[in-house]
């Protein structure tokens, strides 16, 4: 009954949904949503707030209107459903819309739709991005979503650059027939359409191959390939990857030559971005599954080897440790298992503890600092540790929370805070 209420909702109503803001670079933003029936979509923007000097000079008639490029969406799941079977009730198409578009420091107000229906009136801003302020979490679901409001105040009340989401997202956007995906859209909007909200993809978003994630969030690169991209944002480099391709089918052609092309794209993005030092100072990497983590669920996969971290396939090493390390990424972001945890600086479990005198404060470590922040709260709720912290961990605790990352030429700083707004552990790395 509650799935055919759902399904006339869709139909009768043309109001765009799921909106969503996506940073391609300092000049470029992209701007996503969703409609269940085919009509043309447009983003209505406009800047304002340019202060009174500017305003009278150049405020009038400065709406832009951007029109839409269109993909549809087909539910995968609907294909089993053949002659002589029920259909279940739900959205078999979506129309997935998407404007790319320049921006300059300011701030921005906008609706998408089109003469016959349009969103709510919707803001964000385009800050000076030498002081950035990023936030992270990683595994925030739909159920038990903890930190949600936490996120939704700092998003709003601080100068927020961005935010990533470090894979697992709603728990799950296949389920429902994708119906789950459009209520964690909606659910998100508040945070996602007013600051820029970069994913990358983790277990959770496997199911029929990532179609669900690549979906919805295409546009998040602007490569239009969200399982692996990067970008510079002020004085940090970030590279996002997918690492959950190690554990899928790896017995197939494709699936190797799909990780291989992934494997060729992160060496040629960090070399890159090791040469560009002098404009770009730091280096950031993103990926769901942690090379560290001392957690003892999931099968103590923790105390496992780790194909990602180290491992072969045919023989080749496929393993991303020695490429983190060789191009002196300065943090690693994970999340994944449902905690907290920080390491020291570590290679191939050799921690550097020359580079700091308190383990708070880094001065030119020799190795990455790996992050898990893995706990933004979900169904599945938090993951316990192991009796004996190893060497290597900093700091971890079982609690909810999320990371704030601030940076600029000269300092990289994480905050954790917990689901309280509690500062529960800092860290800093120094040029
Ligand atoms: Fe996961």
């Not at 996602?192 to 990532?210: D, R, S, V, W």
């Not at 399982?227 to 480099?237: C, K």
């Not at 590279?239 to 040629?268: A, C, E, V």
Request: aromatic share 14%; hydrophobic share 35%.
């Amino acid at each position: 009954m509650r799935y055919l209420f759902l399904f006339f909702c869709y139909i009768k109503s043309e109001i765009p949904s799921q909106i969503h803001l996506s940073y391609h670079d300092s000049k470029t933003r992209s701007i996503s949503w969703v409609t269940f029936k085919k009509s043309p979509q447009y983003l209505f923007l406009s800047e304002r707030n340019l202060g009174r000097l500017k305003r009278s000079l150049v405020f009038q008639n400065n709406e832009k209107v951007f029109e839409a490029s269109t993909e549809i969406f087909f539910e995968p799941e609907m294909k089993f459903y053949g002659k002589g079977l029920t259909r279940p009730i739900a959205p078999m198409l979506r129309y997935i819309h998407n404007v790319t578009f320049p921006v300059t420091i300011g701030s921005y107000s906008y609706m998408v739709g089109n003469e016959e229906a349009v969103s709510e009136k919707l803001n964000f801003d385009v800050f000076d991005d030498q002081n950035l302020n990023i936030l992270a979490i990683g595994d925030l679901g739909l159920e038990n979503a903890v930190t949600y409001d936490l996120l939704k105040t700092y998003a709003t009340l601080i100068d927020i650059n961005m935010v990533m989401h470090l894979g697992d997202l709603c728990y799950n956007l296949h389920e429902q027939l994708g119906m789950k995906a459009d209520k964690w859209m909606n659910f998100i909007q508040p945070v996602a359409a007013q600051t820029p909200y970069q994913t990358l993809p983790g277990n959770h978003e496997k199911y029929f191959n990532y179609t669900h994630y690549e979906s919805r969030y295409k546009n998040v690169a602007r490569t239009a390939n969200p399982h692996y991209y990067s970008f510079d944002i002020g004085p940090i480099h970030v590279l996002f990857y997918n690492n959950d391709f190690y554990f899928r089918d790896l017995n197939t052609d494709w699936g190797k030559r799909r990780l291989q092309n992934q494997l060729n794209f992160i060496k040629r993005d960090l070399k890159k971005a090791n040469q560009n030092r002098d404009a770009v100072p730091w280096i950031i990497v993103a990926a769901h599954h942690p090379l560290y983590c001392s957690n003892t669920n999931h099968q103590n996969a923790c105390f496992k080897p780790m194909p990602f971290k180290n491992g072969t396939v045919d023989n080749y090493p496929v393993g991303v440790e020695s490429i983190l390390m060789r191009n002196k990424v300065d943090m690693v972001l994970a999340g994944h298992t449902h905690s907290y945890e920080r390491s020291f600086p570590v290679y191939d479990f050799d921690v550097d503890r020359e580079s700091s005198k308190n383990g708070n404060n880094f001065f030119q470590p020799k190795y990455p600092i790996y992050v898990t922040s893995g706990s933004a709260g979900n169904r599945e709720e938090l993951a316990p540790f192991s009796e004996k912290q190893p060497d290597w961990s900093a700091y971890r605790a079982s609690v909810y929370a999320l990371s704030m990352i601030k940076a600029n030429r000269e300092k990289l700083s994480l905050y954790q805070i917990n689901q309280h707004g509690t500062l529960i552990d800092t860290l800093a790395i120094h040029k």
